[in-house]
């Protein structure tokens, strides 16, 4: 956008010069200010992260589940190759622009990227053993974390209503974790192996569910703290998510991973190779979306608030669960996906009167800062 208005100008200046006329060219319209009010309107990266992520979370799901996939590390790396193809297919035909890559700029951000590994692997290997809707309802975790989080890195506050729907999402994640062994109890018995096998499952789920909240806490927090300090652009923090982390996950593959002959036949079986890899292409261009829209939405909003858009679209989410997968239909199932739905409608009025109480405010002077927000600002003015 930026270098279309330098042509623009670029081109106004010499027609003039070329007429003999030296004169300051006049002001002309800015035909960009719409797009830049798209780009910087909230709504629309919200919309757009959610249906990305819809996609990215069905399409997982599938590849993991619905075929049998169990080499995680290998599916990520392939996401992450997909991504940088596709972007740098964009650049080249000058849809897109970002930063050429920089050795200095890809040291400071390789710790978010690390994160970044770390909150996709949990999250492939939570939802491989949990069921989409339980998977989405414990999603809704993360967002107490980051709250916290942006407390102490941020400067950031929780009023009465904000905890009032912590409670919800923590009561909504308790129905659907009993929901999920009453189910398996009632199906398999209590004392048989097949329900102790499933419990055990549930249980490997929940742990993984555990680590990957801490996990996106963190490069939620991570990405919003070097995004304010390398000034990185949506596309910039694309490139260099996907570019740094496919050497990280491509050694995790080849040493972590069973690259036997008989378990690449398990996963690459000759009847549904082709399918598997098409699969596979597909949850790549997805992660391109994801990828995006989840910059976006952070840059244009808060980490919070992204955490927050995640949770209500929990609701689409859990039902794609319902309607494409196995997943069980109970009441306390149902009802857990209802009170998380409404946790997230409490939080995000909570935020609006958080919101207008601090614009009907007008202060006389600077507010109190922890020791810890005066170190971030001091981090940022240098």
């Not at 780009?39 to 590849?63: D, E, R």
């Not at 991973?257 to 000759?270: A, D």
């Amino acid at each position: 956008m930026t270098d279309d208005k330098k042509r623009d100008d670029y081109t106004v200046e010499m027609e003039e010069r070329n007429g003999n006329n030296f004169e300051s060219p006049k002001p002309l319209p800015r035909p960009a200010a719409p797009v830049a009010a798209v780009a910087n309107n909230p709504i629309f990266p919200i919309l757009s992260y959610c249906g990305s992520s819809i996609l990215m979370t069905v399409m997982n799901k599938y590849v993991l589940s619905g075929l049998d996939f169990n080499l995680n590390f290998f599916l990520l790396c392939v996401q992450s190759v997909v991504c940088i193809v596709a972007i740098q297919a964009c650049k080249s035909l000058d849809i897109i622009t970002y930063r050429d890559f920089n050795t200095d700029e890809a040291r400071k951000w390789f710790p978010v990227s690390l994160l970044l590994v770390g909150m996709i692997y949990t999250g492939t290997k939570a939802l491989q053993f949990l069921s989409i809707p339980v998977y989405t309802i414990f999603k809704n975790l993360t967002i107490i974390i980051i709250a916290y989080g942006e407390v102490l890195w941020f400067g950031g506050s929780v009023t009465g209503m904000t905890l009032m729907s912590f409670g919800l999402m923590v009561i909504s994640s308790i129905i659907a974790a009993w929901a999920d062994i009453q189910h398996a109890l009632q199906n398999y018995g209590h004392s048989s192996t097949e329900a102790s096998t499933k419990i055990s499952t549930l249980n490997a789920g929940y742990m993984w569910m555990l680590v990957n909240c801490f996990c996106t806490a963190g490069y939620v927090l991570g990405m919003r703290k070097r995004i304010k300090l390398t000034n990185f652009k949506d596309f910039d923090t694309m490139f260099y998510n996907n570019l740094l982390t496919i050497p990280v996950l491509l050694v995790c593959s080849l040493f972590l991973e069973n690259w036997s002959s008989e378990n690449i036949s398990k996963n690459f079986p000759l009847d549904q190779r082709n399918s598997i890899i098409i699969a596979m292409v597909i949850s790549g261009l997805t992660s391109v979306f994801i990828s995006y829209t989840s910059a976006w939405c952070v840059r244009t909003t808060s980490s919070t608030t992204y955490s927050m858009v995640g949770a209500l679209n929990k609701l689409p989410i859990a039902v794609s669960g319902l309607i494409f997968f196995d997943a069980p239909v109970t009441l306390p199932s149902v009802s857990a996906i209802a009170i998380g739905f409404v946790s997230g409608l409490v939080y995000a009025v909570a935020k609006v009167k958080q919101a207008s109480a601090k614009t009907a405010i007008l202060p006389t002077s600077a507010p109190a800062m922890s020791a810890s927000s005066q170190s971030t600002r001091d981090s940022l003015r240098s």
